[in-house]
């Protein structure tokens, strides 16, 4: 599996790795344990990681008690690892750091000792339990680590060329033409459905069996579930009940998430603390409502408005439908011949929000209703700001198409009402690239090149 943050770890080890750890945080199954230990033996001597989810009593008691003896520290840590460290030339991993915060509290004096460099994964990294009574270390540079994009998860299929033309054809807003353009929508509804989850693209790759894809996908959300009973103390039964509702909340044509779904009466202060903790999971991408379309669009956040997406599109087919409703290979293979009638719009906006967030994105939207006025009714998908700020027009409002009939009006009202905010309005649809009355028309496998 080749996947795009490995670049990233290169250049943190060539630049600042003498100066501050490294720490990659994602959700389970994201592949961080996978490609920490990919680099750590291409790239250096040798390398000791320790995963604390499994990491003996033994191994635990050399960061207790030798902590701030570093020369008993590291000749114990190589003992109990069985493994030669070498200064300047060897790498030490704290995979899944978050099941002993001590851990992460000692990379300031690791760090400032020099000999090694240090890369920490995990996941809930800012939840009270896993922050609680330590202090964290300014000596740590954090990077998020999403399911692989489409671009990865075309390499994983063998096809390393493909989206090389697709960049340039976005980059000189051209179409693709017929063959090209239809061979990627097939790729791109291959990716919805599998997903970008390692293992089950893996999976997909070597017995190309639905079954075992949502067998795979399925032990994935289980896996959640479990980290929910385990880990969102006194938020269990609220964090379960957003997740559970995150299909159906979607399949709305106003995607906004609808608190009266948690139960009657359900206030957004008494369910803040769970909507938090599924973010910071990494299972959930949440878009938030801005107030108006200017630059720091986190400064207009409306934080009482806001959409769920399921941070990896596989994840949410299986998650909508359950393993009685349907058999996973008949299903999987409606979705790819576009024969299944169910709410397309619902799984290719969220596609969009996925590739939207993992090319660096915080998402935001737009919504405004009027009993009275239809000039104020407008909602748009996605607010997403232009490559390079100028002193107006900076923000793209773009709207998500997933069949070839559709109408543009929020569109339109909402470039009147913010005419000196609004850059071009793009519209990403089933077609291919087109520019017409100031509006570009893109294909959805290019929402990742925004």
Same mark, same amino acid.
């Given at each position: 599996m080749r996947r795009k943050i490995y670049n990233q770890l290169l250049e943190w080890k060539e630049k600042r790795s003498?100066?501050? !750890? &490294?720490?990659?945080d994602g959700a389970r199954r994201v592949g961080k344990s996978w490609i920490? /230990?990919?680099? #750590?033996?291409?790239? @250096?001597?040798?390398?000791?990681?320790?995963? %604390?989810? /499994?990491?003996?009593?033994?191994?635990?008691?050399? @960061?207790?008690t030798y902590r701030g003896k570093w020369d008993d520290f590291f000749m114990h840590l190589q003992l109990e690892a069985g493994k030669k460290l070498y200064p300047g030339e060897s790498l030490i991993v704290f995979d899944e750091i978050q099941k002993f915060p001590v851990a992460r509290e000692i990379i300031k004096y690791l760090v400032q000792d020099g000999r090694y460099a240090y890369i920490e994964t995990g996941s809930l990294m800012s939840i009270n339990a896993n922050v609680k009574n330590i202090n964290i270390p300014s000596e740590e540079h954090r990077i998020d680590m999403h399911p692989m994009d489409l671009e990865e998860f075309l390499w994983a299929l063998g096809d390393d060329m493909i989206m090389d033309y697709v960049r340039e054809c976005f980059a000189k807003r051209k179409p693709l033409g017929q063959s090209l353009h239809r061979k990627m929508m097939d790729y791109l509804r291959l990716y919805m459905i599998v997903g970008g989850m390692p293992q089950a693209v893996a999976e997909w790759v070597e017995s190309k069996d639905f079954? *075992?894809?949502?067998?795979?996908?399925?032990n994935i959300l289980?896996?959640?579930?479990?980290?929910?009973?385990?880990?969102?103390?006194?938020? *269990?039964?609220?964090?379960?009940?957003? %997740?559970?509702?995150v299909p159906s909340q979607l399949q709305r044509h106003e995607k906004k998430f609808k608190l009266s779904a948690l139960g009657k009466g359900t206030r957004g202060r008494n369910v803040e603390t769970a909507f938090f903790w599924l973010e910071e999971s990494r299972v959930?991408?949440?878009? %938030?409502? #801005?107030?108006?379309?200017?630059?720091?669009? /986190?400064?207009?956040?409306?934080? #009482?408005?806001?959409?769920?997406?399921? !941070?990896?599109?596989?994840?949410?087919?299986?998650?909508? %439908?359950?393993?009685? #409703?349907?058999?996973?290979? *008949?299903?999987?293979?409606?979705?790819?011949h576009d024969k299944l009638e169910v709410n397309k719009g619902m799984l290719v906006e969220n596609l969009v929000a996925q590739m939207l967030r993992t090319a660096g994105h915080k998402l935001y939207f737009f919504s405004s209703y009027s009993k009275t006025e239809s000039e104020e009714r407008m909602e748009i998908?996605? &607010?997403?700001?232009?490559?390079?700020?100028?002193?107006?027009?900076?923000?793209?409002?773009? /709207?998500?198409?997933?069949?070839?009939?559709?109408? &543009?009006?929020?569109?339109?009202? @909402?470039?009147?009402? @913010?005419d000196s905010y609004v850059a071009e309005p793009i519209v990403l649809h089933t077609s291919d690239v087109k520019v017409e009355d100031g509006t570009i028309y893109l294909p959805l496998y290019m929402s990742g090149l925004l």
């Open positions: 003498r100066k501050e !750890a &490294l720490l990659i920490v /230990e990919e680099f #750590a033996r291409k790239e @250096f001597k040798s390398y000791i990681l320790i995963d %604390f989810s /499994e990491a003996s009593d033994t191994m635990l008691d050399v @960061f207790r079954d *075992e894809v949502d067998r795979t996908k399925r289980a896996l959640y579930r479990s980290d929910i009973s385990k880990y969102a103390k006194g938020q *269990e039964a609220r964090v379960t009940k957003i %997740f559970d509702t959930v991408n949440t878009c %938030f409502a #801005a107030s108006e379309p200017s630059v720091g669009l /986190e400064m207009k956040v409306d934080d #009482a408005s806001r959409k769920l997406y399921m !941070a990896d599109t596989g994840l949410l087919i299986s998650h909508a %439908f359950t393993e009685a #409703a349907i058999k996973a290979e *008949e299903l999987y293979r409606k979705l790819i998908d996605f &607010l997403v700001p232009k490559a390079v700020i100028s002193n107006r027009h900076n923000i793209h409002p773009i /709207e998500v198409k997933s069949s070839p009939r559709y109408t &543009l009006t929020s569109i339109g009202r @909402f470039a009147k009402k @913010f």
